[in-house]
Nanobody
């Protein structure tokens, strides 16, 4: 049984930064692609970024430049650095694991999901 545990969410003022972390239990992430998604109230889940087993990354065009995904295989951790946060970034943020070397932006690419961590950006 694989569980993904996100941490690092919270309340931040507009213009601030947060760093989210995700640690899987029950499976190492070394050979698998990882992704981050978010879901705001009343909206569909939205792709943010993905990182393949080699470290290759892909981003949603609208978030590229402000958000950075990274992985540290030795620590079995994937992170999402979020800068210049805006009130519209307020959402629940989810970590996901794909059982492939690379993954894309589709929800169906991912096999396991975390419970999510709330990020609230105040104006």
């Amino acid at each position: 049984q694989v569980q993904l545990v996100e941490s690092g969410g919270g309340l931040v003022q507009a213009g601030g930064s947060l760093r989210l972390s995700c640690v899987p239990s029950g499976r190492t992430l070394t050979n698998y692609a990882m992704g981050w998604f978010r879901q705001a109230p009343g909206k569909e889940r939205e792709f943010i970024a993905a990182v393949g087993w080699s470290g290759a990354t892909t981003y949603a065009d609208s978030l590229k430049g402000r958000f950075t995904i990274s992985r540290v295989n030795a620590k079995n951790t994937v992170a999402l650095q979020m800068n210049s946060l805006k009130p519209e970034d307020t959402a629940v943020y989810y970590c996901a694991m794909a059982l492939t070397y690379y993954s894309g932006s589709a929800y169906s690419d991912y096999r396991y999901w975390g419970q999510g961590t709330q990020v609230t950006v105040s104006s």
